[in-house]
C-alpha cells in the first residue's frame, strides 16, 4: 500500500520544522542510464552483526550491482557483482538497461492498521549473527555448519542447488537475515546481509535477461512480473517454490500493468492489472486463474493496492482514461469509480493509508493536466503537469465510495507517492516516462528539469517541504522510507538521503 506504519521521528510537524534536510549522498554508479541507474532501497533495520547492530539498506546498480548501505552513516558496507564479467559481455544491449530485483522475505497477513502517529516498532524482531561459541562469527565461518546453508561462494556461474531443507527449517536454522536478488541470469541468489555472500545456492527462476519488475517473496514463494522486449520472457508472473525448486508462470494477454507487479490478499492471493484492460486473480503458488474483471477494453495503467474498509477487502487501480476502479477483493465487483484527469493518471502504482482519526485515503499520481470534479481542495492553483490527488474512502447507501480530497501543488510527472505517518512524500520526476510497451534502453521523449521531492500533509494535500535544487538529475525508480528517512535514487545514479541529523 505504500505506507510506512514504524515509528521514528517524521510527522507532519517535525518535517515542516527546521532540521529536515539531505543527510547524505552516495555515488552508485558512474555513469547515467536510459533506464533506473538505482533502485529503490530495500531496508532492514536492527541487523545484529560482528560490529553491533546495524541499520541496512540494499540497493541494484546496473549490471547486477548490488550495494549493502549504512542507513545511518552513509557508507557502502558491502557490494557485489552476481554475474561474472565474462557473462555480462556476453549478454544482450538492452541487459545493460534491465534494472536488478531486490526484496527481503515477507508474509502475506495483513498488518493491524495503527491510528495515531505513536505505536511500537512493526518490524520484524532482530536476529543475531552470533556463531557457536569458539568459533567466531558467522562472516567467518561456513555457513553450512549453522543450519545446513551453503558456504558463501563468490561470483560467478551458480553450482548445482543443493536439496534445501523444508521452507519453516530453513528460516529457523538460519542464524542471520537475508536478502534476494534476481539477478539477469534469471537466477534468485539469498544473500546473507552481513556480507553478500550466497547463504543458499542461486535457484533458476527466469529466462536469462527478462524484464522483471515487482520481486517480493512471501513465506518462502518468490513472484515476479514479466515484460516483453529484452529477453525471452512473455508477459505474466512467475512463482519459485522456494522449497521444491518448482516454477509456475501465467502469461498476460498484454503487459502487466504498474511498477510494481501484482498485489498479494492476506490469503495468498495475487491481483493482476494489465494493459489488456483485464484484473486477474490468481491462485497462490500454482498460478491458476481464478477471477477476472474487465474495464471494458480501458487499460489499466497502475498496479493494484489492497486495503482494508469496514470489514471488506477492497482492491484499487487506475485505468487510462482516468478512472479509479474499486472492486470487491472476493468476486472483483466494481463498487465505485472516479474520473478526475483528462489525460490519464500515471502508470505506476497507487498508495492507501488511515489517517489518525480513522480517515482510509486512496491517492493517485496524475501523469498531465488535472480537470478535477466539484470537491477537491486544490493546492497552488492549476495543475499544468501532474500531482498527487487523493480520496476519502467512505460509506454510500451501504457500499464504499470515493469522495473528492486534495489535490497537490503542480508537479512535473510525479512518481506514485510513498505515506509515512501522515506525511506524503512525492516527487516530481522531471521527465517524460517511457511507456510499458517501450524497450527499456530506448531514452525517453524529454528531459525537463531535475527531480524535486515533496513533502506533504496527507490530510490536506499542504505543501511541508521540498528539496529545492538539491536533486541535479531526474528520477525514475521511485521512493524508499523508513520512519525517520526517505531515500531518491536519481537517474545518474546517486542515492540521496533525507532525514534529521543523529549523532554518531
Known sequence: SSWVRVEGKISPDAVQQPGFEL?????VEAEATRAPAVTPPVLLDLVIGYRWFRALEFVAGRLDHVLAIDSDLGGIEWERRLTAPATSSRAPACAASVPLNLARPTSAALPPVVVGYGGGRMGVPARGAVGTAGEGAVTLTPAAAHGGNAAPAPPGPPAPPAVLKPAAQRSSLRPFPIVY?????????????????DAEPPLAFLPPHAIARGLIVVDDIAYVATGRGCGAAPDGVWALDLDSRQVATWHSAGA???????????DGTLYVATTHGELVTLAPRTLKAKNVSRSGGVPFASSPVLFEHRGRMLVAASTRDGRI??????DLADVTGAVISASGLAGGTLASWVAPDGTRWLLAAAAG????????ALRGGAVTHGAIVAWRVVEQ???????????SRDMIAPLGPVVIRGVVFAVASGAARPTERQRPNTAPAERSSPAILYALDGATGRELWSSGITLTAGVRGGLSGGGSEVYVGADDGTLYAFGFPMEH
Open 325 to 330: 476502479h474499486v472492486l470487491d477483493s472476493r
Open 397 to 407: 447507501n451501504g457500499a464504499p465510495a470515493l469522495e473528492p480530497g486534495w489535490v
Open 369 to 376: 493536466p488535472v480537470l478535477t470534479d466539484a470537491g477537491f
Open 256 to 266: 502487466i500493468a504498474g511498477s510494481v507487479g501484482p498485489a498479494i490478499g492476506p
Open 23 to 27: 543527510l547524505w549522498t552516495i555515488r
Open 181 to 197: 536478488a534476481l539477478s539477469s541470469t534469471g537466477m534468485l541468489h539469498t544473500l546473507n546481509v552481513v556480507n553478500g555472500a
